[in-house]
């Protein structure tokens, strides 16, 4: 019996969001089995050193991935403000929670450089992970423009504002050629690059002109990644879904009262997410290899990708 409410509470909590006290409800009127707040979390904390070597296989994997997105969002433990970060591929996520919003958290991820394509925002701490190429969010950057655009009506920053999306606009067209390749277009991708030099080498007297153009200069050879390597997106979407599966669960729980609790947080809702994402139930996988580490001492592997044959 225990097999099945062992996986079945951290499921509900970790993956679908519910609370202690809607899981204690259902567990206490509904079937009869009384479990404490207590013992509820006591039991998930054993889960997750358990699942630890399933956690550390993932980390594994997003770190030797071809492309890589990554996002963060606010996130609470004791009532003090922490951060957790999302790194996802095609076939991967994981999560993370920790204090910091710079390098010391990233260093916990990846403790060696990263050899694929890193996908994310403009926040300086994935600047610490090195390595690899990297692609800035089109979008975030066309998004700000837009902000801008409702407050600035100086016409140096219109001027500006309305080069920098025209230039955006036009490297995307490219993108969505469909004879598209970076050989058969590699004089207009080098127009744009020039273009998009002239933007951010340019003098300009409106603070928010000089403002973004500064960032045009500092990423100038890593808003056009998507153009010379196209199975990266030119936009971090993906990263930012991943990472939107916290924020709802944030939304019901608040966060976390204690550090081992953040560290059980990430580590079960990372195993969840991924179950899910390969398809499968992850209260049946769970059940199989708890029942193989009590008789043998050792976790099975972490289920593979599936196939769509499978």
Partial sequence: MMYGF????????YALGLTFAQIRDTLDFHLRFPWSKGGMI???????????????????????SAVLHADETGWRVNGVTHWL?????ETATVYLVDRSRGSPALKRIFDEAFEGILVTDFWAAYDAI????????????????VKVDQRNLAAEWQAFARKTKRLIQDALRLRAQADFTPERYASRIERL?????????????????????????????????????????????HGEREVRFAVLIRKIMYGNRSDEGALTQGVLMTVFRNLKRRGYNPISILVSALREFVRTGHLSPFPPIRTSEE
Avoid: M
Avoid at 137 to 144: G, Q, S
């Fill in 6 to 13: 062992f996986p079945s509470g951290a499921n509900w909590h």
């Fill in 42 to 64: 006591r039991q998930w904390h054993a889960l997750r050193r358990i699942l630890l070597l399933w956690y550390e296989t993932l980390i594994a994997e997003i770190r030797h």
């Fill in 85 to 89: 970060w999302c790194f996802t591929t």
């Fill in 130 to 145: 090195l390595g690899g190429l990297h692609q800035c969010c089109l979008f975030h950057l066309l998004n700000e423009l």
């Fill in 193 to 237: 690059y020039r273009r998009l030099l002239d933007l951010a080498l340019a003098c300009y007297t409106d603070a928010d002109a000089r403002r973004l153009a500064a960032r045009l200069e500092k990423y100038r050879d890593e808003l056009f990644t998507f153009l010379s390597h196209p199975e990266v997106p030119a936009t971090n979407n």
